[in-house]
């Protein structure tokens, strides 16, 4: 049974479209005898905003979902030989995936479309949920690694003292060359941070490189997920990764740059700016405002962050 209106806050009446939140998209999802219908872009995060509510779904109704979708569209972020489905691979509440593509290329335009036509008070991801009558029991995306591809990871890390540290210093709304969080704060931190742990950098495979003093492992989406699981913490900007870090509950610090984000939030749709923290960050993560830096403030916090997260697993630098 849906929510009621009133409940959350949540009427339809405050949404972007005419038309009824989520409404082309669940008549698709009937059309092909499909349980949902999920977006495939325009950004790996959008698609992981739904990965939480097909679980929540399958949950409720006691049985694995067969999904409309098609294969894994960003407008960056992939490389040559990428999985199609990488977000929905070894997830046991998918039963099977209709390639909507093969059927009709304007069902996933129109469900592309449709994926903000909601209201824009919660969590993106309780955004969702609630068109579709559940409450998430995690405001985290829902990802699955196989035995094999964790593994992997432990395997290809083994070399690097713990506790190692995920760094993500890109993003679609990461700072410009000209902001001081672009570069020059990046290699400042990096060297307090050598001091406590290994320094895991990941990027864009041919784009994404600063120079920092980090060890860098060029990966797909799939290989990526891999590396942020197996890591003790996860430091970077608002992207993809800090979701991915978030599903994985690997304690994180997310930095968020306002001008940017304003910029981008505002080219989709006039009001989605002023939001945007509450509609795509995590209260369980530490998310910091690249705003009033004064005297290497961001830097000493993060820093005093990395030592109160080390001091609670008990961890120290080995070697």
């Not at 410009?176 to 895991?200: A, F, V």
């Not at 001008?259 to 981008?264: E, R, S």
């Not at 916090?301 to 080995?318: F, H, P």
Request: net charge neutral; glycine share 8%; charged share 20%.
């Amino acid at each position: 049974m849906a929510l009621p209106d009133s409940e959350s806050g949540t009427s339809g009446a405050h949404c972007f479209l005419p038309t009824p939140p989520f409404a082309e998209t669940k008549r698709l999802a009937r059309k092909y005898g499909c349980d949902i219908a999920v977006p495939n872009g325009p950004g790996i995060g959008n698609v992981l905003m739904f990965t939480r509510a097909v679980e929540e779904l399958a949950r409720a109704s006691g049985r694995r979902l067969k999904i409309l979708t098609a294969p894994l569209n960003p407008s960056v972020g992939l490389i040559m030989g990428e999985e199609p489905y990488p977000l929905w691979k070894e997830n046991p509440f998918v039963s099977n995936i209709v390639n909507g593509d093969e059927l009709d290329r304007s069902a996933i335009i129109n469900i592309n479309k449709e994926q903000d036509n909601v209201v824009q008070f919660g969590h993106m991801i309780e955004n969702i949920c609630f068109h579709y009558g559940i409450r998430p029991r995690n405001i985290r995306p829902s990802l699955f690694l196989s035995n094999q591809e964790m593994r992997w990871a432990i395997d290809q890390l083994a070399d690097l003292p713990r506790p190692i540290i995920c760094l993500h210093p890109y993003g679609t709304s990461s700072p410009l060359p000209d902001h001081p969080w672009n570069t020059h704060k990046w290699l400042q931190l990096c060297g307090h941070l050598s001091e406590k742990g290994s320094l895991l950098e990941l990027g864009k495979v041919g784009s994404d490189n600063k120079k920092l003093p980090t060890f860098r492992k060029n990966t797909n989406l799939r290989e990526m997920m891999a590396l942020v699981w197996a890591s003790d913490m996860f430091i970077g900007f608002d992207s993809s990764i800090a979701h991915v870090a978030t599903a994985f509950q690997i304690p994180a610090i997310v930095l968020w740059e306002p001008h940017q984000k304003l910029f981008i939030e505002e080219r989709w749709q006039v009001g989605f700016a002023p939001a945007a923290l509450s509609r795509w960050g995590y209260p369980q993560n530490k998310n910091i405002f690249l705003l009033g830096d004064r005297d290497d403030a961001i830097v000493e916090l993060i820093r005093s962050w990395v030592d109160e997260k080390l001091r609670s697993i008990g961890a120290k630098r080995q070697g």
